[in-house]
């Protein structure tokens, strides 16, 4: 079986200006960045009225192993379904980081005849909506530092700033370090550090904007660090939040691109659910919405990440309600929640399928949570035997109340997920889903915190030191206790421990750091030994990836 990049490379694509004219684009609006990538104008879309019909289909899936689930092939393929079904639909996707293109878990835009495409471009660089953010991010960094040099007229405690820097890369090395070296004409030194920019609160602002003056406004809101009677200093005092607009300002219109199969996908904003929340734009969410009736999306990592941040921050804050919720997985991930080792999923195992099982129902009980009866897609592999389909089947219907529907998109682009678009369209329309929130604003930081600990994380609490519970009520008196609460911490497991598969009870939710992003609208609870600057495995991707006589990449996935 051929590659995903060898897909790819054979792959016979429309030309951009014709998938715009599909979706019924006005050509004025489209910015070719080349023949098969454009920006849609931000002006345009904000015009365009709302599509009272369309249905907002939201992707999830169990907790995440190294034997793969294929959220986002999941994704392309039941868009690349809807469309076969006559719907007209379009993809609503974030955008790759290069740091774990490079890294372990590998890029962005699907796999086998179910990707997006360019696929190379699409995961190296893009439309560089990254380099925008990074460098808005970096602006604001080395402006704290200036001002601090030419004297500080805000009284900054250089004890207390919190902006750290950001890069798109995984470089532990910048984890933690000492800026400012040199002598007198470098500034003060003090500590400092660098998370990934998947994690910077830019990219969240990014992602949660509607248009340049709520991204300004909001820009303006950031808390950069306290003065050292502990009262906040804002980006706005600083007067940096115009320029670091101007540098988002093109960014800020979403990518358009294609499926393999020709179905339109807005590809915009990019934070990981481990630590960040986890979605795409509410600007190409939104403008999905308006110019298709059917928008598939997805959000990061597992369903107690991913999905619990799209339904208590994302649909908050913007208004949008799924309709249908799909919730994938693979009978190899669930054999490794079940206790297999990686290199012995390819034999039937149907003990261990059932012990892991327990993993998909722990999603199942925390989607119906959100009044939403998920749709269980299991993509499938050729290693899954027909013992240990018959038995998931059974446990699907028997144990869960549901059908699991097997998928085989991988191999079959949209053909491969018709059963799957099919009962999406059943559940989209049939009215039953009552979205709502797990909790609501006017309750306390740390009874959001524990809500979301006992009935998504299923732990018996909160564990958090003195300092964590000073720093509660800190930001309750600042005002900001009314904003909902964004978990960073491993997507490997429920609890703390990334060790912890299956699903784990008899454990308390560690909270390590709150983080007060009042641009953004949330607060970061950073729980366990999560990094908001990962590292590059002992061997990373970037070993294996280079480029040929040719000029085609490969070892890219």
């Known amino acids: 079986m051929a590659t995903d990049i060898e897909i790819a490379h054979k792959a016979k694509i429309n030309l951009i200006s014709k998938i715009a004219e599909n979706v019924g684009i006005d050509e004025a609006a489209v910015s070719p960045h080349g023949k098969y990538i454009a920006k849609i104008g931000l002006d345009y879309l904000n015009c365009l009225p709302d599509n009272p019909n369309a249905k907002l289909v939201l992707v999830t899936a169990i907790n995440p192993t190294p034997a793969g689930e294929g959220k986002t092939t999941t994704t392309i393929g039941l868009g690349d379904g809807l469309s076969l079904l006559g719907k007209k639909t379009m993809l609503a996707l974030r955008e790759p980081s290069l740091g774990p293109c490079f890294g372990t878990k590998g890029g962005a835009t699907g796999g086998g005849y179910a990707q997006i495409m360019p696929m190379e471009d699409i995961n190296l660089h893009f439309t560089g909506d990254f380099h925008a953010i990074s460098s808005a991010?970096?602006?604001?960094?080395?402006?704290?530092?200036?001002?601090?040099?030419w004297g500080n007229e805000l009284g900054i405690d250089i004890r207390r700033i919190y902006w750290r820097r950001v890069v798109d890369m995984n470089d532990r090395a910048l984890r933690n370090i000492v800026s400012s070296l040199g002598g007198v004409n470098n500034g003060f030194p003090r500590e400092d550090g660098f998370d990934i920019t998947v994690a910077s609160e830019i990219m969240a602002i990014f992602c949660l904007?509607?248009?340049?003056?709520?991204?300004?406004?909001?820009?303006?809101?950031?808390?950069?660090?306290y003065r050292r009677d502990k009262t906040p200093v804002y980006a706005r005092d600083l007067n940096a939040q115009g320029a670091m607009a101007v540098l988002l300002r093109n960014a800020l219109s979403p990518n358009l691109v294609q499926t393999l199969e020709g179905t339109p996908a807005l590809v915009h904003g990019g934070p990981f659910a481990n630590i960040a929340h986890g979605c795409n734009s509410v600007i190409a969410t939104r403008?999905?919405?308006?110019?298709?009736?059917?928008?598939?999306?997805?959000?990061?990592?597992?369903?107690?990440?991913?999905?619990?941040?799209?339904?208590?921050?994302?649909?908050?804050?913007?208004?949008?309600?799924?309709?249908?919720?799909?919730?994938?997985?693979?009978?190899?991930?669930?054999?490794?929640?079940?206790?297999?080792?990686?290199?012995?999923?390819?034999?039937?195992?149907?003990?261990?399928?059932?012990?892991?099982?327990?993993?998909?129902?722990?999603?199942?009980q925390n989607i119906r949570k959100f009044g939403i009866e998920p749709i269980i897609a299991i993509n499938h592999f050729i290693t899954d035997t027909q013992g240990e389909i018959d038995a998931l089947h059974k446990i699907c219907r028997e144990q869960f109340g549901l059908d699991a529907i097997f998928c085989d998109h991988w191999r079959h682009g949209g053909k491969g997920a018709i059963e799957l678009a099919n009962r999406v369209i059943e559940s989209a329309e049939s009215g039953n889903n009552k979205f709502h929130t797990l909790y609501n604003d006017n309750q306390s930081i740390e009874e959001k915190l524990e809500t979301i600990a006992r009935e998504i994380y299923h732990a018996d609490g909160l564990k958090y030191d003195a300092k964590i519970k000073a720093r509660f009520q800190e930001i309750e008196d600042l005002g900001f206790g009314k904003l909902p609460v964004c978990v960073a911490k491993t997507q490997y497991s429920f609890s703390s421990d990334p060790k912890k598969l299956g699903a784990p009870i008899g454990h308390s939710l560690e909270v390590r750091e709150l983080r007060l992003s009042a641009g953004a609208g949330f607060i970061v609870a950073i729980c366990g030994d999560i990094m908001t600057m990962p590292g590059l495995p002992r061997h990373p991707a970037a070993e294996l990836i280079g480029i040929d006589e040719k000029g085609e990449v490969f070892g890219l996935f």
């Open 137 to 149: 991010h970096n602006l604001l960094a080395a402006m704290i530092d200036n001002h601090i040099h």
């Open 209 to 225: 904007a509607k248009d340049i003056e709520d991204l300004t406004e909001r820009i303006g809101n950031i808390i950069i660090g």
């Open 287 to 364: 403008s999905a919405m308006k110019l298709a009736d059917y928008v598939v999306t997805e959000a990061g990592f597992g369903a107690d990440l991913g999905a619990e941040k799209f339904f208590d921050i994302k649909c908050r804050k913007s208004g949008l309600k799924p309709d249908a919720v799909v919730l994938v997985a693979t009978i190899r991930a669930l054999k490794m929640h079940g206790g297999v080792d990686k290199k012995l999923l390819g034999q039937e195992n149907i003990a261990a399928l059932q012990t892991g099982a327990k993993n998909l129902e722990r999603h199942i």
